[in-house]
């Protein structure tokens, strides 16, 4: 094929009916709302239409000698692809093969099928490319020619003219004029199919500039709307004989290609020249994405208010094709940006933004706009997602565990600091149930705003992070040396709002922390016990001795169990009452303790004195629990049965008295029995008996308990158990 030469400006045939009339230069600008050339990417999609609207535009000027120069820039490579082009759409014909595209073949009429039809079709595109014979204008009545009224998106305009020049054509192809002269034919016919072209390519264009800056004008947009209905109209289906000039040339579907290209184009813009989209962290992927919905948010409500009525007037569904187009961009670009996203905060981001500001109902702002009027494919796909969701709960489980050891050492700080808790209504408090509150609601709640799974998910996490959490934390705080009965006091408060609070706030979610909470309420409640028996426990050395039958010892004693009591009032109610009752129990046992194995004997009428002794401590003991507020009323009859014992005269009402404490005390052993009669030296025979009767006692209340199923040996009330009695000559004697 002869190398195409370079166009230059000349005299250019017309149609066979079409007047020669004086070439004149274009006037006006190129667009009713916009002065911009056509780009350079448009003109090399299509085929040898770069080099044909060159011409074109030259119209004016080619008897100057700039022109001239401009014209002898144009790429060769560019005239190289529009004369193969040519070719391809001419041989076709001529082989007697119909034309599949409307660009890719045209019917030539009389040419051979022999072996010269190659170079006699090459010899007609160099003749259409010569300086002698330039594709021709297609000029109207009015004056202007067709690639102006393209130029200036006269869309209707142009779509009639060569519509009536397609239709002359055909009409002039089928009376056999063209028999004589076949290249003739192809050349006009190519100029009406590269004017369509050009055509098609100002409606994506159009679609480009619509959502610019500068925007399109309104009647441009009707016009291309109707334009192409009425290239739909003209065309409703290929022709049988295969004609390509009477192909549908499908601009609808061009039309929705350029809006999906526009819209791919604009959201890919979103963040172009950053060095890293999202390499600094959370806040510049977040504003990126904020820029991103900012964009979106802004073209389709001016597609919605702007646009779309003027393509419904003429039936065309822009709101749709507009949505799912941008839906589609903005689903590319957030698979992008999950690839590269890195760290919880950057997962939650991208996760937040898709699940609730894309996905929200307000996205548009605008009460009357929503985005999805039809259900949309996911935004992400839902192994994109499972992978992000799964890749953030790692990465939280981490983030969790780390805040957790920052509440803890906020904690050590304030006891390194020595401060006492602060009393909130009524209860010592510590910032630690607040904090941790805050941690998991403010985790679960974001979780929950991305779906339920996740946040089950992050329930979980924070439920088995907190049970770790609280072992370390009762650890450390047993192990410092800043215990004190007031932080002691705080941590059982703390202890039991998170295990009330969170269980009824999440019930289900966190019941494997109830042991790990239970336990550290015990393990604090132990240690406040312990301190009040450090205090205390040298004061009943001095019980059932020659001094204490004179005087007040145990009002010592009571003071300090107030003192104590005194902590125990900013203690939550029922872990204080549980500890007010344990206090109550020790205090109880330990007298009972001191009473079996005595430092000194009584015999006669100090017994007497002793026994009554014992009945004024029980009440003072009795009195001041009660008064504290301890309902541990099960303890108050120990003390008297035992100076009873003591004290009785009667020795067959000895019994009686000893019934009465193994019932109430099944917890009561033998050993206790012996070092109580051991107190009266009642002789052998009545030992005997009275120790028997005892047995007698509790191996009934033992089957008595186990038909009714109870468990342990008191139901629940330990005393007499934990009071250890050494052997004794006494108790020897006893047994003897």
């Known amino acids: 094929m002869p190398t195409p030469q370079t166009l230059s400006p000349g005299p250019e045939p017309h149609g066979p009916k079409e007047p020669v009339e004086p070439q004149t230069p274009v006037k006006g600008t190129r667009r009713a709302s916009s002065g911009e050339a056509p780009s350079t990417h ?55 093969s119909p034309a599949a595209d409307h660009c890719q073949g045209a019917a030539v009429p009389g040419a051979g099928h022999g072996p010269e039809a190659p170079s006699a079709v090459t010899d007609g595109v160099s003749r259409q490319l010569s300086p002698k014979a330039v594709p021709e204008e297609l000029e109207p009545e009015a004056g202007k020619s067709v690639a102006d009224l393209i130029t200036e998106w006269q869309l209707l305009a142009a779509f009639r003219q060569l519509q009536h020049l397609e239709t002359q054509l055909v009409e002039e192809k089928a009376s056999h004029i063209f028999e004589q002269d076949p290249t003739g034919f192809a050349r006009r016919a190519m100029d009406v199919c590269l004017h369509y072209d050009a ?139 999950a690839q590269e996203a890195r760290g919880c ?166 019941a494997e922390l109830e042991k790990p909470l239970a336990a550290a309420t015990c393990a604090f409640q132990k240690r406040l016990l312990q301190g009040l028996q450090r205090d205390i426990q040298p004061l009943f050395r001095v019980l059932c001795t020659k001094a204490w039958l004179t005087q007040d010892v145990l009002q010592p004693l009571m003071d300090k169990v107030v003192a104590f009591a005194h902590h125990l009032e900013h203690v939550t109610p029922l872990r204080a009452q549980e500890t007010l009752q344990e206090a109550h129990r020790y205090v109880v046992r330990e007298y009972m303790a001191q009473v079996l194995r005595p430092l000194e004997r009584f015999r006669g009428a100090e017994r007497r004195v002793g026994s009554q002794k014992m009945g004024l401590d029980a009440q003072a003991i009795g009195d001041t629990f009660q008064g504290l507020g301890s309902e541990a009323t099960w303890l108050d009859q120990a003390i008297p049965c035992v100076a009873n014992i003591l004290g009785e005269t009667d020795k067959d009402g000895i019994q009686q008295h000893l019934e009465v404490l193994v019932r109430n005390y099944p917890d009561i052993r033998r050993d206790h029995v012996l070092a109580i009669l051991a107190l009266r030296r009642l002789g052998r025979h009545r030992n005997q008996r009275l120790l028997q009767h005892a047995q007698d006692l509790l191996r009934a209340a033992a089957k008595a308990r186990a038909k009714a199923g109870a468990s342990g040996t008191s139901g629940g009330h330990v005393l007499f158990e934990e009071i250890e009695v050494p052997t004794s000559v006494d108790v020897l004697l006893a047994c003897i």
């Open 199 to 337: 055509l098609g390519a100002e409606i994506g264009t159009i679609v480009r500039e619509t959502l610019g800056p500068g925007g399109v004008d309104p009647t441009v947009l009707a016009e291309l709307a109707h334009v192409v209905r009425a290239e739909e109209e003209a065309h409703p289906r290929s022709p049988a004989d295969g004609d390509f000039l009477r192909t549908p040339r499908r601009w609808r579907q061009q039309w929705e290609d350029a809006v999906r290209r526009s819209a791919q184009e604009r959201v890919q813009q979103v963040g172009v020249g950053e060095a890293s989209e999202v390499a600094e962290g959370a806040s510049d992927l977040a504003r990126l994405l904020a820029e991103l919905g900012s964009l979106v948010r802004r073209d389709l409500q001016k597609v919605q208010l702007e646009v779309q009525p003027v393509y419904a007037a003429a039936g065309f569904p822009a709101w749709e094709t507009y949505r799912r187009a941008y839906h589609d961009a903005v689903a590319q670009r957030l698979q992008e940006l």
């Open 345 to 510: 905060e950057q997962l939650y981001t991208l996760l937040d933004w898709a699940a609730n500001v894309y996905g929200g109902p307000d996205f548009l702002d605008a009460p009357d706009l929503t985005l999805s009027t039809e259900p949309l494919p996911p935004l992400l796909a839902p192994d994109v997602w499972a992978q992000l969701e799964s890749d953030y709960t790692s990465f939280l489980e981490t983030k969790i565990s780390s805040c957790f050891d920052r509440i803890l050492q906020l904690e050590q700080s304030l006891w390194a600091a020595a401060e006492a808790p602060e009393v909130l209504k009524g209860h010592y408090h510590t910032p630690l149930s607040i904090d941790v509150h805050m941690l998991v609601a403010e985790h679960v709640k974001a979780a929950g705003a991305i779906s339920p799974e996740l946040e089950a998910t992050t329930l979980r996490i924070c439920a088995r992070e907190l049970g770790l959490f609280v072992r370390r934390f009762e650890k450390a705080f047993l192990e410092s040396e800043a215990v004190t009965e007031p932080l002691l006091g705080a941590h059982i408060n703390a202890c039991e709002e998170l295990r009330t609070s969170l269980l009824a706030r999440y019930p289900g979610a966190f």
């Open 42 to 96: 448009r003109e090399d999609s299509i085929p040898g239409l770069g080099t044909i609207r060159r011409a074109f535009s030259r119209v004016g000027q080619r008897a100057s000698s700039r022109a001239l120069g401009q014209a002898s820039e144009v790429d060769p490579g560019l005239l190289r692809r529009s004369s193969r082009f040519l070719f391809r759409s001419l041989r076709r014909p001529l082989d007697g």
